[in-house]
Structure formats: structure tokens, C-alpha cells
């Protein structure tokens, strides 16, 4: 028969195997190639391969023509993006498709605390799978990249990241510019529409820098 000492280790192994699952199903694995650690809320901006995105920085005078939110689905980080619909992207398939894979990731000075870090899931849960929106309204039937994460910082914790402005504001006078716009609005071109630019939001003083590829 074995005796108590043996039965003691072999169920203290036991414990402390299943501890091991415990925690390793927890852990959040993350590829050394993203370059930073990754925190729910976490707004990442990258110069897109899409079709406008040079109108975009010609019109903002940035490089960053995309951007979104990082979220957590079970404990691995996405970004929450509009696309061509918003949805969850895994973060490392979000960097590849960028221009030469490469990023800048940006965080609130101010830390989030757990609840508020659960009130900015919720409320960016409200706005799945509405599909993207080509003419840059200031509508919630429909978003475009910037727009999705501003509202859902404002809508979340009443922060407004970034300087709103109008679509006049920006500069309208380059030919890719004028093209996407004519193919967008077609004569009836809405100047006064509110809009929030992905410059607008990098720049704000809320935001530090906290990785970059």
C-alpha cells in the first residue's frame, strides 16, 4: 500500500497541475512583434491599404488614414474597428494589414479603472455589425473608424478624444480628394457635416504613446 507521504505528493502534484491549467487559461499571450503591451481601450492607428486612404491623408494631413479600439475576447486582444462593418479584428491580422505593418498605439493618460474599462466594452457592444459609412455622417446607423471610437469613449465615459470639426475644414482641394468625394456625394457634397478625423484623435493631448512598430 503507499504510504500517506507518497499519496500527499502525488495529490499535492495533482493541485498544482491543475493550478497550472488554471492560470494558463488566463494569461494573455502576446507576440513580441506587436511591440507593446496591449490594454483594453488601448486607440491604435495604422495608414490603411483601402482604396481612400490617400484622400484621407491628404484631406488630415497625417499618415494614419485607420484606427480602433483594442478590446479583450477571451483574455486575446482585437480591435474593435469599422471596416467594411464593425467587428473584431485580431490584433496581429490588424498590423499586417497595414503599410508595412506598422502602427502607433496610444492610451489615456489617465488610468481606466476596471469599471470603466467594462463600461467601454459594454457600450462598444452597442454599435456590432453596423456597416460602414461611406459618407462620413454623423449618424450611429452607420461608422467609419474614427467616429465608432469616439463615440464610444464619449458614450462610455463622457471623454471627447479628439476636436470635432467640419467636413469644409479639411483640405478638399487635391484630385484624390475631390475624386472621393464626387464618388461619395456625387454634386450635393455636404460641407457642414460633422466629422472627427483620425489626426484629430491622434493628436489629442488625452492620448500618450505607448508602442509603436
Not at 481612400?52 to 483574455?75: C, D, E, P, V
Request: aromatic content about 12%.
Amino acid at each position: 500500500m503507499p504510504t500517506t507521504s507518497n499519496s500527499s505528493s502525488r495529490w499535492l502534484i495533482k493541485i498544482a497541475l491543475i493550478s497550472i491549467i488554471f492560470l494558463t487559461s488566463w494569461l494573455v499571450i502576446i507576440p513580441k512583434s506587436y511591440g507593446y503591451q496591449p490594454q483594453q481601450g488601448d486607440i491604435i492607428f495604422q495608414t490603411s491599404r483601402s482604396s481612400q486612404s490617400l484622400a484621407i491623408q491628404q484631406a488630415t494631413h497625417s499618415i494614419y488614414s485607420h484606427m480602433g479600439i483594442i478590446l479583450f475576447k477571451n483574455n486575446q486582444p482585437y480591435v474593435f474597428e469599422a471596416s467594411n462593418r464593425v467587428k473584431f479584428t485580431p490584433l496581429e491580422a490588424w498590423i499586417t494589414r497595414g503599410v508595412d505593418g506598422e502602427f502607433v498605439a496610444k492610451r489615456l493618460k489617465k488610468t481606466l479603472t476596471n469599471k470603466e474599462k467594462q463600461r467601454i466594452w459594454s457600450i462598444s457592444q452597442n454599435y456590432i455589425n453596423r456597416p460602414y459609412d461611406l459618407t462620413f455622417s454623423w449618424s450611429d446607423d452607420r461608422q467609419y473608424c474614427s467616429e465608432l471610437v469616439w463615440k464610444i469613449y464619449f458614450n462610455a465615459l463622457g471623454l471627447k478624444i479628439g476636436q470635432q470639426q467640419k467636413l469644409r475644414e479639411f483640405n478638399l482641394t487635391s484630385p484624390a480628394v475631390k475624386a472621393k468625394l464626387t464618388e461619395r456625394y456625387g454634386t450635393v457634397i455636404h460641407y457642414n457635416e460633422t466629422v472627427i478625423s483620425p489626426k484629430s484623435m491622434f493628436d489629442s493631448p488625452l492620448l500618450t504613446a505607448v508602442g509603436q512598430k
